[in-house]
């Protein structure tokens, strides 16, 4: 556990960061930690810088506060990095976590090795948004803290589904719910509100599905020309993998989209058995034990065929423990 005060103790000019493509937990909670330094230590001037915000969080109190190119003259007494598994996510911030007197870096990526002066991470922890509600005083949490928190743990958990939700998760969820937010406008408008077009390429991506070693595993691919065509972008993809592993009987998702020719973003999930990060890691990636993810390159087949033989390996392995325990 790392205690706030004394990582501020001093503190002139504060940087907080998170990983390159953000998603909700990566904006709820640099956000989260934002509202709370600006509160709490007026005299400390705190900036934001996250890579462009997807759409889905367009209208979340704080995103036109992100900055999105960082100023390199820069010399942050403490840098926070948040949701970050390594410094390379970072992106351009990277760049000033090295001229950093201090850095801190919280997070639940098991893949994160700690690159921080200070590390916070715990692997089993639902968000590094919860991970940020842990180290605040909860009288002192601010209503926005309390709204980007909440929509960080809600994205993370995949609305309090997935099996990273622990009576922890829901605890703290229960004291920012007090704080007085709106959390049903939250969950609608930041998770399952989409797009005409985002739902027209999610229907192609289901289209298109294939199942895969004895149907445990589905798959789905999307090619940037069929991006083009339907005018969305990377982000607008987020979420597709879960919903292809909601179907009965699957163990994993795999889902890529082409970021260039012969390259491609991929993602996988699990539901019991698979490691997906330890697969991810494999390929340069990381994440987590169930959702992790990796840039790879190769044709759709290679890249398909290259991961599923490490998740037959995987399945394989539980089959022969589950037969010697007969
Ligand atoms: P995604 O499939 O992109 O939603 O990612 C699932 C999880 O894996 C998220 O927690 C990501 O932060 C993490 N992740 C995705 N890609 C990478 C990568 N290349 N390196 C490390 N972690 C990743
Ligand atoms: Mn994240
Ligand atoms: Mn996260």
Redesign the pocket.
């Known amino acids: 556990m790392i205690n706030l005060a004394k990582e501020m103790n001093g503190v002139r000019t504060a940087v907080i960061a998170g990983?390159i493509r953000p998603?909700?937990?990566?904006i709820g909670?640099c956000l989260g930690l934002y509202f709370y330094i600006r509160e709490n230590y007026p005299e400390v001037s705190c900036k934001v810088y996250l890579e462009e915000t997807p759409n889905a969080y367009r209208n979340v109190c704080g995103v036109d506060e992100i900055r999105h190119e960082i100023d390199e003259t820069e010399e942050p007494d403490v840098f926070f990095c948040l949701?970050c598994a390594d410094e390379k996510r970072l992106g351009a911030a990277g760049k000033l976590l090295g001229k950093a007197k201090h850095s801190v870096c919280i997070?639940?990526?098991i893949s994160n090795g700690g690159f921080g002066d200070v590390n916070y991470i715990v692997p089993q922890a639902?968000?590094?948004?919860e991970l940020i509600f842990t180290v605040l005083d909860e009288e002192k949490i601010p209503f926005h803290t309390a709204e980007a928190l909440y929509m960080?743990i809600v994205?993370?958990t995949g609305v309090f589904r997935h099996s990273c939700t622990s009576p922890e998760t829901m605890e703290i969820a229960a004291k920012l719910m007090r704080k007085g937010i709106n959390c049903s406008q939250i969950i609608n408008t930041t998770y399952y509100e989409k797009t005409y077009h985002q739902n027209q390429i999610l229907g192609r991506a289901l289209l298109e599905s294939i199942l895969l070693l004895d149907k445990k595993i589905i798959f789905s691919a999307i090619r940037k020309k069929d991006m083009d065509f339907y005018c969305v972008e990377p982000s607008d993809l987020d979420g597709i993998v879960q919903i292809l592993m909601s179907t009965a009987g699957t163990e994993a998702a795999i889902f890529l989209y082409e970021i260039k020719s012969h390259e491609y973003k991929v993602s996988m999930r699990s539901k019991e058995i698979i490691d997906v990060s330890e697969i991810a890691s494999y390929f340069g990636g990381g994440g987590?034990i169930r959702a992790a993810g990796c840039n790879m390159q190769g044709s759709i087949y290679d890249v398909v065929n290259n991961i599923t033989l490490h998740m037959e390996k995987q399945l394989r392995k539980k089959q022969n423990e589950e037969k010697q325990q007969v």
Request: no cysteine.
């Open positions: 990983h998603d909700g937990d990566a909670s949701d997070d639940h990526h639902s968000s590094t948004s960080g994205h993370d987590h």
